[in-house]
């Protein structure tokens, strides 16, 4: 027998599941049945089905009556339905139970579906003037939530939450709230009307609505139903088709006379009684349960994200940029001046294959210059330097302003056009391009805001030098600004790195650190591109969209792994952390579009920023993208973060009440209360219950939990401060050696616990140590969903099986080394350096290569996603190593 010690078995166990489907009334099964079948038509396109039953205020007759009873069992979607269906079925069939098949049918199917569906239209039509329709069983839910509710104010008025005492009436109204949030497109008004019925039907108000008993019983006796229909429950309760006795009067103790019994309601509330004084349940079982369901709620709520019903069509929330609505006049003659600058740039290239690796050198620097000051500009340069890794990465800015005729130079906008592109490749046309538009731009009056023409070598470091120095907040090693102008408004930076025509426009938007720029300047280079000027907009590299759940989801994972890993993605990334809105325009594919397209679309963009009055702040500045014209709010995704957060959280709070404790003093209590009920049951008590007080409370020991947690995660700084300031030809043999560690050190700091000292750790220590470690991981990834939503929703996942670690304890040694050694075997296919290791071999790229890329993210970019792995993640999955691993020794 296992000890209150051993490791809980998993909560979830299928026969159960499909004993209790097995069991269920024949009324709930009916249901079910109904509501599958109309989902199932709901497929074909011959038969609307939700416009033939949905309950539709401006569509109620004479002749369409029947919606008052149909709606209920019509969904919009799968997962519509399933949610539905599993919500309504514990309490439906337990309705059924209790009041026989025959009156759940005369109620459900009459007044239970046409009072909160009349209530609704009445407030919905008459009051509101409105013509929302609805769907769904959650009515019923809502209405079977608010008779228990009532019910149960009875027998309890309150529960307490702190010193505040709040009614238990109130309960379902706190879930409709709830839910009316959290879940898109729900009818809070639907919801309300339903509770108002179930409020009714749970006082007693609706018994006139129920069938004369006299009159069920000869339909009983008359039909035989008893004998022909499985699953059918009597009018008396004390029957169950053909299949065994339910609990009542006469049988109170609940025993199963077969496996089609059913439990009754006193014996359900005893059930209830007894496990909430039943340590076991509440500190072992029941915690792993939760955070179970969290985690599966978490991830299927993210997977619903692709669907319609909880994403938005974009829009442009600032009327004031006018998207694709100036004509605009680059073409003509300015295709000439393109094809110069063009020209006497490639002069100054080498021939072959050289010349695509050609550098922004001093000799193409200066006739850059010089283009731009013939064309009328003031223009300087800015020299810099970085050194990461080992490697140094300098270069020289070039860039010129043209200043607003008619505004005050108070503010400005950039356009950037990179030597190499994000690619490395030589980006020769956005070069000549910008040289174009400077020359175009300068010769127009109407710009209200500075224009700023940024050259740059690469797309890594020159921009972020450049926007550093502009807020005076550089290095030493970069050179201050000698020319600025006012507040940046927006940047937009454009790639055209071929010779060939384009096809369509790569929208690039990550930020450093997962942050975004604002949706509408997403949303107007859409527009002006897709609607003016008749180019295809793609985004996250999906060029073939066709707009199927698997595209749509496919998008949201590629951006949020590149949000996830925070660093910059392109020169506009450096401008986010300065709360400036950029995006990168790329050329891609081979069609019909030249470079004068591109710079329509650039002039029109422009044009757009030009026109406002302040700093883009009404759209959404946290969103995920599933398509160029569809997104998610940062309110429908955030919940799947938090819930893969909350399970650790969870977790860490059951430990801790655990160990204040003594669990076998708990358990032997609860065995003399149970048994105590079992004899008088019904009888109440007049004297204390010494039993059920007599949990012995222990002092929990905290110096060694604490030490060792805040030890690790002080230990984290060690690979932290390595990978940051190695060499990077050293960063393959420091990613081995810290593998070596981990393999090594969770066993020897488990051997020191274990066989280290006179007197080892109890159970409480391990338990403490485990709280606290799964506390911390739980804060500060809750933290990270609001700033970094992607980031941590991946490491939430990935520290998945830190909840369910715990030190096993078996009499049967082989069996213990064979489970610890499988589990240690998948945690450490978990670590960071594992799975390092796979992600670049499935990438295709080098250790080295990564790392020498995010110690680069950390000097120059200031991406903290080293800070999340070595001092959240790895201090976290070392506890956990080291909690497996006691159980060796």
Sequence with gaps: MATPAALPPLPFNPARVRSYILRLPLFTRLVLLAIVVFWLLELQTVWAVIEWGALTPDEIGIQSMHRLNTYPFIHVGFFHALLNTVALVPLLERFEAEHGTLTSVALFMGPLSTLPGGLYLLVEKLILHRNTSVVGASVWVFLLLGSEAIRTYKSHPSFSLGTLKIPTWTSPLFACVIVWILVPNTSFLGHLCAILVGYLLGLGYLKFFNPPEKVLRWVEGKLNLLGRLPHYVSVDQKTYGRYGVLPSANNATGERGSPMSYLGSTQRLATLRNLRNNPQFLFIRLPYLLSLLCIVVGVVWLLLLPLDEYSRQTYISENALLPGQVHTYFAGSEQNVFRGYKKELEGLLPEGEARNQADLSPVISEKIQSALRAAGLKVATQNYEYTSAGITHQGQNVYAIVQAPRGDATEAIVLVATWKTVEEELNLNGVSLALTLARYFKRWSLWSKDIIFLITP??????????????????????????????????????????????????IYDGVNGQLPNLDLFNTAVAIAGGQMGIGANMQEMWNHDDSYEMRLQTILRGMLKQGFGSASGAHSSFMPYHIDAITLQAKGDGWQDEMALGRTVESLCRSLNNLLEHLHQSFFFYLLMQANRFVSIGTYLPSAMLIAANFTIMAIALWLRTGYDMESSAAAAAVKLEDNKKDEATPKDKPDDAANNKAVVERQLALPLTLVVGFNLLGLAPLYLFNNLHHGHFTIAASF?????????????????????HPPIRQQYLLIKSFSLLLLGLALSALATLNFSLSFMVGLLCVPLTFVDRISCSKAPVRIAATLSGLLVLNALSPPAVLVAGCHYAGVSVESVLTHAAFGWDVWGSWTPVVVWCVWWPAWLVGCVLLGVSLF
């Design 458 to 507: 690469d797309s890594k470091s020159g921009t972020q030098a450049w926007i550093d120095a502009y807020h005076d907040m550089h290095s030493p090693s970069v050179q201050s600004l000698p020319l600025k102008s006012g507040a940046l408004q927006g940047g937009i930076v454009f790639e055209y790195a071929f010779d060939h025509r384009f096809e369509t426009l790569h929208i």
């Design 738 to 758: 810290i593998a070596l560690v981990d393999a090594v050190l969770p066993l020897s700091v488990a051997a020191l616990l274990a066989r280290g000292s006179a």
